[in-house]
């Protein structure tokens, strides 16, 4: 009963350090989305993904690149981290992008100094 | 542009009824989702609604008028338990889930 799993839950960088956040998941979904939540603000999606070897930009993809090598996991990565990226992530996968609802880790807290 | 409108927050008591709207611009639309989200965790699906009309899952409902662009969120008998933010989001024409802030919803004693 794992789902979706995000490593790690918490993490504080250094301005211009790189970090990769992780994501599996156990359901064969098809769909992953990875997204960031800030204070008064609602969810914006980052990248996402259609299926394995497939990535797209979301709403918000500037300073951040997604990797889907197989099909059960989807990396975020933040090259240079900067204050603004401070925040936290969540991912989601869902077994297609219509009816069915996505369903979502427990999330990365990021703190970038 | 695209714009989900909720309200911040709202303060119930235990045991009553408590309404959460939720209005919505968006470029074409595929279908509305709520979600409750608990501080610190992640979200979790309450309810989908794609025609006009009324969907009810036990003490949770959710409602729909796509020609005004509404819906709400209706919670019976409120436990202590559903503190917690409830956040609506609608699929657009490209089936991207556009997503509302969040009502934080206080349930007093």
């Known amino acids: 009963n794992a789902g979706v799993t995000q490593t790690p839950k918490f993490r504080v960088l250094k301005t211009g350090q790189s970090m990769t956040l992780l994501c599996a998941q156990d359901m064969n979904h098809e769909y992953m989305y990875w997204y960031r939540q800030d204070p008064g603000m609602g969810l914006r999606l980052i990248h996402y993904?259609?299926?394995?070897?497939?990535?797209a930009k979301g709403e918000v993809p500037d300073g951040y690149n997604v990797s889907r090598l197989k099909k059960q996991n989807f990396l975020l990565g933040l090259e240079s981290a900067a204050p603004s990226q401070t925040s936290v992530y969540f991912c989601?996968?869902?077994?297609?992008?219509?009816?069915?609802?996505?369903?979502f880790g427990d999330g990365t807290r990021l703190s970038i100094l | 542009g695209q714009n989900i409108d909720q309200p911040t927050e709202m303060t119930a008591t235990e045991g009553a009824i408590v309404q959460i709207n939720c209005t919505y611009q968006t470029s074409g639309f595929n279908g509305l989702f709520w979600y409750q989200q608990h501080a610190g965790e992640a979200p979790t699906f309450l309810s989908y609604n794609v025609l006009d009309g009324l969907e009810e899952k036990g003490r949770f409902s959710s409602f729909l008028s796509r020609s005004k662009g509404y819906s709400y969120l209706l919670l019976k008998e409120l436990q202590m338990k559903d503190s917690a933010s409830y956040l609506c989001a609608v699929q657009d024409s490209n089936y991207q889930l556009i997503w509302g802030a969040g009502t934080k919803l206080i349930i007093k004693p």
């Open positions: 993904s259609v299926g394995e070897g497939t990535t």
């Open positions: 989601a996968s869902s077994s297609d992008r219509e009816v069915t609802p996505q369903h």
